[in-house]
């Protein structure tokens, strides 16, 4: 069974950082974006940054410049460095990703469980 597992989320002063990882574990045949989103108390779900396959990448604006996404096709694995972090950062973070499952041939979209981010002043 395909799963998303999440990590490294934590609480930290603003302009610290942290780095999320997500990685995927199951009997996969292909994944391909691979996003960060996030939820704030009393906000919607919205997107922090996503990956190609290919490695093209695309940002929020309010993270432009302080997020980094990355990826690890090899441990079907995605990352999210944050630096200089703000307090309205402070949200649940989720890592989504399509992908096929072996032995299935159409694209799946898959979530991870969510991390907690906390921002202090």
């Known amino acids: 069974q395909v799963q998303l597992v999440e990590s490294g989320g934590g609480l930290v002063q603003a302009g610290g950082s942290l780095r999320l990882s997500c990685a995927a574990s199951g009997s996969i045949f292909r994944i391909n974006a691979m996003v960060w989103y996030r939820q704030a108390p009393g906000k919607q779900r919205e997107l922090v940054a996503g990956?190609?396959?290919?490695?093209?990448?695309n940002y929020a604006d309010s993270v432009k410049g302080r997020f980094t996404i990355s990826r690890d096709n090899v441990k079907n694995t995605v990352y999210l460095q944050m630096n200089s972090l703000k307090p309205e950062d402070t949200a649940v973070y989720y890592c989504?990703?399509?992908?096929?499952?072996?032995?299935?041939?159409?694209?799946?979209?898959?979530w991870g469980q969510g991390t907690q981010v906390t921002v202090s002043l």
């Open positions: 990956i190609s396959s290919g490695g093209m990448t």
């Open positions: 989504n990703a399509d992908l096929i499952p072996t032995g299935r041939g159409d694209w799946t979209s898959y």
